[in-house]
Every structure is written in C-alpha cells, then in structure tokens.
C-alpha cells in the first residue's frame, strides 16, 4: 500500500537535535508539488505534479543551482493516464518509463498502463503492456546492466523484459522465486543480479541472477523487516474483474553501500545489513519506535544512506551507526549532479561529508575540441556510480541515478552547461576498472571557448580536464 505523500516537504529541526548538514527551500517551489522526480541526464529533473498526469522540468540557473532554478511545464501523460504508485526508471538512452500504478485518477485500479518520455521532444507515448498482464500496479523494476528494463508482476511470481531498442516485450521464462512480487523492492548489485527481501515470504531474502534466469534463496533476514498491513484481512478489490488484493504488508526501501554491503530497512523498526559472500545481519533499530515502511532513501556522495522515517525523521546510516541528523522532511529523494539531494522536489538536503577519491567517475578519452550542436563519445571508468542511489520506495517510485551526466563549465564566466548522455555502454554499478562509455550532445547554447569537462555520477564528479567549445 501507498502512504500519502507530502507534496511540498515541510522542514523542520527536532528539538534537542543538532546536525552539520542541513536542508535548503528551493526558491522555487514545483508550481503543482512533485510527487515523483527524475534526474534526466540533461542535467534537468523531471517531476511529476499533483494531479498525477502534469509533468514539469526544473532547470538549474546558469551556475548550476537547483535551489535557484527554474521550472516550466512539459506534456502530460496521454489520456486515461494519471497514475501514482508506479514503476518508475530512466532508462540508457535517456528516455523516462513509467508502468502501472497502484492507482489511476486516484482509484486503486493496478492499472497496467504505461508511458515514456523523450527529454529532446518533450513528449509522452503510450506503452502497451506485457502480453497477457491485466494489471501492474505498484510493481518492483530494474534497468538491467544490458539497458533492459526488468518489470515483476505484482500479483504473480512471473517478471517481463522490455528492450528500450524495439520497445518489445519478452516473458522472463524464471524459476525458484519464492513468493509474488507485491511490496518487493529490487536492488542491483555490482555482479549484475537483483537483490530483494520478500514481504509474503518474509525473512526470506533472494537474489535474480539473469543469466541463468534463476531466482536463489539467500536465506532469512535475521529480522523482521516486514510490517502488516491491514493486518492481512483487507480486501481491496481491483478491475477488471474486481478479484480481492490481500496485501501481504509493507518493508523499506534498500540501498547498496560503497563497501559492496546493502543497507535494507524495514517497515518494523528493525533494518538489516547485507553483505555479499556472508549473509545477512541485524541492523540497529529506528529510534522512537520509527520504521521506513513506504518511505525513501538514498545514497550520500560520503557512501552514507539517508533514510526518511515514517515520522518524517532524516536518518543516516554510515556503516557502523544510525543517527538521527535532527532534520525532518517528506517526499522522494533525488540525487543531483550537486551532490544534494532533492526531496519532494521543493527543498534540498545538503550534506557536509565528501567522496574518496577510488569512488569517482575516471576519464580516459575525450576530444579535446567540441562543436556545439554535435554528439561525441567519452571514456572512462565508474561512470555509472557504486549504486543506484536509490531515491524511491522499492516497489515504486524508483528513482535511481546510475548513469553518467557530462558537465562543461566555462573557464572565463564559470557558467555550467550540461550536455545530454545517451546510449551508455553500461547500466551496471561498481564497474572498477572495465572501460565504459558514453556519448553526449553539447549544447547548442554552451559558451565557447576554453573550459572544463567532468563526468559526474550520483553526484560524485570525475577530475577535470580540459576542452575547447567551439
């Protein structure tokens, strides 16, 4: 189930608290709230407004300011359409996808629409549903390392694959999934398979490997993450032919660590930790009896997570202890090219620790001399971050941010330009030392002459080096 969410994050600082990051209003705010946003790799973040169908761009001012940017209206979704609860990704080539919803102009439906916005035109399509499903909902979702798109059904154990090249989908003919995908939330892992917890099934833990198409049990949890939900007696009834939905009850989202650990949290007070070859371990509790079921958390460029409470508490997890930062807000979590992160689309977090240097973004190969208006390529490593970064709730609203952005900076006004990323060699995190590319577009309206270029992923920039814009 979907815990209302705040349109406009409220901010507070909790008494007897104090903390040296802190949370900044956009001087903007989304002029219909934002329930849902999307760093496009542009630079700009794509939010979905208030009344489910109204999408809007926020463009950062010409220092790259998101707290002094500007927003402007886009084109809705198509007639019928106006979802909330989705799944949610931006896919390789820098369109946006949307699938489902658990509600459609407000009515739990599990509708099985869905949509994908191209950022060059500003348009919405429709996407025809995978054969044979009546309903998506508020289903789990993965961009494969390949740039596939990996939808579970909610309602079933059965998962299908859309390529973003043929817009085609393909049934995932996968084996020894525990339970159905209702309330999961799916995290990529650096070895390409998928992670999750179950909810029907909890403790249980599993993990998707795609090559074999087999789902492997990764055993318990250690504790219990998941919290009931209706205390299993609900029923809620969905179309087309109004069969009952018992939901199986709610966990929180999970974040992959720098250190390779996945920090999962839970709709009980309780949270794990796990790690790769070892299992799974207990995790401190929330304090205050809090829990994050429903809710969001992302990744901080310094590796910690930032965790939003039920209660709208701001927690960060660093490894070793979950502290409360004495901050409070409400909606999703976005991370921005900055290294903020933007939540609820009306405010940014700002956070006072800083990257290592192994995390960042390397550059291999660029041309040194770049036309504005054309689209070259750029090499490297880690240009797809250490992890999605997370951002949505799991099983919707997943906001990952595991591409790469390229920002030119003007030597002489210090201006910022983003040129737009597409077509990366690689969806995958934590890639190390692999090559990787990507190509990007250089604005037509970049400023010539000497500048610097970064590439920049989950906020964490490369090291610079030098081009000429002509």
Known sequence: MLRVLVATAALAVLPGMASADSITPLKNAPPNGAQVTFLLTDGTVLAQGGSDSDFWILTPDKTGSYVNGTWKQVASLQSGYAPNAEASQVLADGRVLLEGGEYNFGSFTLTNLGAVYDPVKQTWTPVKPPKGWQNIGDSPSVVLPDGRFLLGDKLHKRGAILDPKTMKWAAVSYTGKDDFNAEEGWT??????????????????????????????????????????????????????????????????????????????????????????????????????????????????????????????????????????????????????????????SEVYNSTGTYQAAWQPTISSVPTNIDRGKTYQITGTQFNGLSQAGGGMGDEFQSSTNYPLVQITNNASKNVFYARTHDHSTMGVATGNTPVSTNFDVPAKAETGASTLVVIANGIPSSPVSVTVK
């Open 188 to 345: 990529l892992m650096p070895d390409g398979s998928v992670l999750t917890f179950d909810v029907k099934a909890h403790p249980k833990s599993e993990s998707y490997n795609i090559t074999t198409q087999t789902w492997t049990d990764l055993g318990s949890t250690i504790v219990n993450l998941q919290a009931p939900d209706c205390s299993g007696q609900c029923c809620l009834q969905y179309p087309p032919s109004n069969k009952c939905y018992y939901p199986p009850g709610e966990v929180g989202p999970a974040v992959l660590r720098p250190d390779g650990t996945v920090f999962a949290t839970g709709a009980s007070s309780h949270n794990a930790i796990y790690t790769p070859g070892k299992g799974w371990a207990a995790g401190p509790d929330f304090p205050f009896g809090d829990n994050a079921g429903d809710s969001f958390a992302t990744l901080l460029t310094d590796g910690d997570v930032l965790v939003e409470g039920a209660s709208g508490r701001l927690y960060d997890w660093n490894g070793k202890t979950l502290t409360n930062t004495g901050l409070a807000a409400g909606g999703l979590m976005t991370v921005l090219p900055t290294g903020q992160i933007l939540i609820g689309g």
